[in-house]
């Protein structure tokens, strides 16, 4: 598993518009750059229906994605466009119909559900609009259970320190309905970041929180994407957020638009 993020040294040839914006030291200038080293996810020729018979719905169509090691993508479109499908497909949440997903150099389609569940739990940190905090468990202990799966020795040790790194070193012992939505949101991401993964995606993290609360979640999911070098893919709504990625991806109607094509 490459968990560097990588040099690029020509520009590669997939749909996309990149940040005009370079970041601290030329980060986003580097992204231009070519390597050795895998993609830290690749999709080729995916296609996914959703639905039977005459409910069936395309929502994936013949979709070419490499998104380097270390990079960050914004995914952003209209509703209904395909995003959160394809931010599962490259989670491994979703299986394609047709077409090859990489991600971290491991074929996904050769696994079967349990292999990709502990996969996941190793190289996958996903962070969902709606929290999905276990009720019956302590922040602390929501943070833990993906520690614990992975058998760590030390989880509640580590679970302690992800809570301090989001502002809750005094929340640990509540239960997620004794915390706001934000708290909720920052636990959410500290056990999406507690294992170290590799690739940590996002599907509109802000979406059920107020615009400052938002911004707050905002600066803790770049600052543990900056901090450990992880590959983030952010799926939202909102434009000015998407452009703090190295770069944006917009779909439309399932298929990922290229530049001579976007409105």
Do not use: C, Q
């Given at each position: 598993m490459v968990t560097q993020p990588g040099r690029w040294t020509g520009r590669p040839a997939f749909p996309?518009?990149?940040?005009?914006?370079?970041?601290?030291?030329?980060?986003?200038?580097?992204?231009?750059?070519?390597?050795?080293?895998?993609?830290?996810?690749?999709?080729?020729?995916?296609?996914?229906?959703?639905?039977?018979?005459?409910?069936?719905v395309h929502i994936l169509k013949d979709i070419d994605l490499h998104i380097g090691t270390g990079e960050a993508v914004g995914l952003v479109g209209p509703s209904g466009s395909g995003k959160s499908t394809l931010l599962m497909v490259a989670a491994g949440l979703e299986r394609p119909d047709t077409g090859a997903v990489f991600v971290a150099g491991e074929d996904l389609g050769r696994?079967?559900?349990?292999?990709?569940a502990r996969f996941r739990g190793r190289h996958v940190g996903i962070v969902f609009q709606s929290f999905h905090l276990i009720p019956t468990m302590t922040a602390l202990e929501n943070v833990a259970v993906p520690l614990e799966l992975a058998g760590s020795p030390d989880a509640f040790e580590r679970a302690a320190q992800e809570l301090a790194s989001v502002g809750l070193r005094d929340r640990v012992n509540h239960y997620p309905a004794e915390l706001s939505g934000g708290e909720q949101q920052r636990v959410a991401?500290?056990?999406?970041?507690?294992?170290?993964?590799?690739?940590?995606?996002?599907?509109?993290?802000?979406?059920?929180?107020?615009?400052?609360?938002?911004?707050?979640?905002?600066?803790?999911?770049?600052?543990?994407?900056?901090?450990?070098?992880?590959?983030?893919?952010?799926?939202?709504?909102?434009?000015?957020l998407a452009q703090r990625c190295d770069r944006v991806v917009r779909l439309r109607s399932g298929r990922i638009e290229t530049p001579e094509t976007v409105a």
């Open positions: 996309y518009d990149r940040s005009a914006s370079a970041g601290p030291g030329g980060t986003k200038d580097r992204m231009n750059d070519t390597s050795n080293h895998p993609p830290a996810i690749r999709l080729s020729g995916v296609n996914l229906s959703l639905g039977r018979d005459a409910a069936r696994l079967d559900e349990d292999a990709l991401l500290a056990r999406a970041l507690a294992p170290h993964p590799a690739i940590l995606v996002a599907d509109e993290p802000t979406g059920n929180l107020d615009e400052s609360t938002g911004r707050e979640i905002i600066e803790l999911l770049f600052a543990g994407h900056e901090k450990r070098a992880t590959t983030l893919v952010l799926v939202t709504h909102d434009m000015a």
